[in-house]
């Protein structure tokens, strides 16, 4: 993932995934930062705190469902987000669900 951070007078900051569509102009502007990817533990835990409204049993499966598709904390929010429940075989029916009719929220044309 690439962050990219431009300084003025004011302070600026801006994100993004994949640098190479902006112009190398407007690429001169920023400095470019280069951040590694979650590992399993960071993104379970990370996938606990997106979620303060499920129990941390269900956040964590949550976010292992999600590490095994995308590996994107978006979809741990969007997933969470349909949960009524909040047990396990409604978590394995919502994933099932998106496999079979959906793709994850990140997931686009190639």
Do not use: H
Not at 51 to 70: D, H, I, T, Y
């Amino acid at each position: 993932m690439a962050l990219a951070q431009a300084f003025n007078r004011k302070g600026g900051f801006a994100s993004c995934n994949d640098i190479s569509r902006l112009s190398k102009p407007l690429q001169s502007r920023f400095r470019k930062l280069f951040l590694l990817s979650y590992t399993r533990d960071q993104f379970l835990d990370i996938a606990v705190k997106v979620c303060p409204k499920l129990q941390e049993e269900m956040a964590r499966m949550v976010g292992m469902q999600v590490w095994e598709n995308s590996k994107d904390v978006r979809d741990v929010i969007s997933v969470a987000k349909l949960i009524k429940r909040g047990d396990t075989e409604e978590i394995e029916q919502i994933m099932r669900t998106l496999a079979k009719y959906g793709k994850m929220e990140t997931e686009g044309p190639k």
